[in-house]
């Protein structure tokens, strides 16, 4: 798996959210696979206001504790802060659920998540299946970690897919690990 550094900006996203574990995941329970339907039944990028709306995020924040405790994952977009916190400043790593505006569909409710300014590790899967190279990939991450003298920050990692040239069943993912 190709890895590189990247300083990013601060950030904010706003998409549906879930809270899970890891353990959770692994099992029948997972509900990842039912957020991203959530997701792309939601139509997010068609209600809110988005920085750049072909790229999708998956953020995993609000770390319980590390890899082994629980998180809450943000699948949706990069928003302009201001628009939609009306003039509030999120703090790094918290999350805001919003009821929406009058412009947006009354039974959908968003969760605003701010990503802080970070050092990231990037890592890029290899070409596939995405939910077989994505599960592959944080095998590696997680195992990547243990090992290594790059410290995680757990306080917000992501996955940025591409709109443009998405095809479910050979796909590239970069996933951005927050380090000290």
């Known amino acids: ?35 991203w339907e959530t997701y792309f039944q939601s139509n997010v990028a068609g209600q809110i206001a988005t920085v750049n709306p072909e790229y999708i995020y998956a953020l995993y924040t609000d770390y319980e504790s590390d890899a082994s405790g629980a998180y ?15 003039g509030s ?13 009058e412009s947006e569909l009354e ?8 990503v802080p300014e970070s050092k990231y590790m990037v890592f890029t899967t290899k070409k596939g299946p ?19 003298g790059e410290v995680r920050t757990y306080t917000g990692d992501f996955e940025i897919y591409d709109s443009r040239n998405f095809d479910p069943a050979d796909t590239q993912v970069e996933i951005y690990i927050a380090i000290e």
Do not use: C
Request: glycine share 8%.
């Open 1 to 35: 798996m190709n890895t590189y550094f990247v300083e990013k900006a601060k950030m904010t996203l706003a998409g549906v959210s879930i809270r899970t574990t890891n353990e959770a995941e692994m099992g029948p329970d997972g509900g990842l696979s039912q957020l």
């Open 72 to 86: 809450t994952v943000v699948i949706g977009h990069e928003v302009a802060e201001e628009r939609h916190l009306e």
């Open 89 to 101: 400043q999120l703090e790094e790593g918290e999350l805001e659920e919003n009821e929406p505006d």
């Open 107 to 114: 039974e959908n409710q968003f969760t605003y998540a701010a």
């Open 130 to 148: 995405v939910f077989e190279v994505v599960a592959q990939a944080w095998g590696e991450i997680w195992a990547y970690f243990k090992e290594s």
